[in-house]
T-cell receptor, first 114, second 113 residues
Framework: DVKVTQSSRYLVKRTGEKVFLECVQD?????MFWYRQDPGLGLRLIYF???????EKGDIPEGYSVSREKKERFSLILESASTNQTSMYLC?????????????FGNGTRLTVT | RKEVEQDPGPFNVPEGATVAFNCTYS??????FFWYRQDCRKEPKLLMS???SGNEDGRFTAQLNRASQYISLLIRDSKLSDSATYLC??????????????FGTGTRLTVIP
C-alpha cells in the first residue's frame, strides 16, 4: 500500500512566520503535489514536481515555494504566513505511466494562521 | 465553463437505497477518470479508476459516457458508512502531467438509518 506521510496533522502559526510543511512518500513515485482545500472551492493545485529538483507552479503558487531535494520528499514553504493561508493542505504522489495514474494523498495538515 | 462539474448535493438517502451521482467534463480528449471518497476533515481516498467504459467493485459501479461527456458513480445497497463526499477527477491527456488533473468540488452523500 502506498503511504504518503505529512509531518503535522494540525499547525497553528502567527502571521509573518515562515512555515514548513513536509511530505514523504514510500512508493518511489516520480510525481508529487501540494494542494490546498477550502470549503466551496475544492482542491487547488499549489505546486507540483515530476522529478528531483524539478518544480512547476500550479494554479495558486503566490505566497508559497517548494523544495524537492530527494525523490521521496516534497516540502511546501510559506515564506511569510498570512491569515488567508489558513486551510487544509494535502500532499499527494503518483507514478508516471502511459495512462493517467491516480493520486495518493497524505492525511493532510490543517493550518491555522492567526 | 468548469473543466469538471458535480452536483454538490447533499443527497440524503435511506439505508439500502441505490444512489447515483454524475460528473460532467468539458474536455473531450479526457482519458482517465477517478472517483475518490472523502470523509469529513480527512484526505481523499481512491475509490475507483476508470480508463475505458466503466468499472465495478462490489456495490460500486462507475460508468463512462464519452458521447455525453459524463461519468457516473452508482452505489447499491447504501450503508451508513457510505456517508461521505465523493470527488470526481478527470485527466485530459492520459499521462499524468501533474497539472492535467481536474477535480470536481464533490457530491455529499448522507445515508440515513
Amino acid at each position: 500500500d502506498v503511504k504518503v506521510t505529512q509531518s503535522s496533522r494540525y499547525l497553528v502559526k502567527r502571521t509573518g512566520e515562515k512555515v514548513f510543511l513536509e511530505c514523504v512518500q514510500d512508493m518511489d513515485h516520480e510525481n508529487m503535489f501540494w494542494y490546498r482545500q477550502d470549503p466551496g472551492l475544492g482542491l487547488r493545485l499549489i505546486y507540483f514536481s515530476y522529478d528531483v529538483k524539478m518544480k512547476e507552479k500550479g494554479d495558486i503558487p503566490e505566497g508559497y515555494s517548494v523544495s524537492r531535494e530527494k525523490k521521496e520528499r516534497f516540502s511546501l514553504i510559506l515564506e511569510s504566513a498570512s491569515t488567508n493561508q489558513t486551510s487544509m493542505y494535502l500532499c499527494a504522489s503518483s507514478f508516471t505511466g502511459t495512462f493517467g495514474s491516480p493520486l495518493h494523498f497524505g492525511n493532510g495538515t490543517r493550518l491555522t494562521v492567526t | 465553463r468548469k473543466e469538471v462539474e458535480q452536483d454538490p448535493g447533499p443527497f440524503n438517502v435511506p439505508e439500502g437505497a441505490t444512489v447515483a451521482f454524475n460528473c460532467t467534463y468539458s474536455n473531450s480528449a479526457s482519458q482517465s477518470f477517478f472517483w475518490y471518497r472523502q470523509d469529513c476533515r480527512k484526505e481523499p481516498k481512491l475509490l475507483m479508476s476508470v480508463y475505458s467504459s466503466g468499472n465495478e467493485d462490489g456495490r460500486f459501479t462507475a460508468q463512462l459516457n464519452r458521447a455525453s461527456q459524463y461519468i457516473s458513480l452508482l452505489i447499491r445497497d447504501s450503508k451508513l458508512s457510505d456517508s461521505a463526499t465523493y470527488l470526481c477527477v478527470v485527466s485530459p491527456w492520459g499521462a499524468t502531467g501533474a497539472n492535467n488533473l481536474f477535480f470536481g468540488t464533490g457530491t455529499r452523500l448522507t445515508v440515513i438509518p
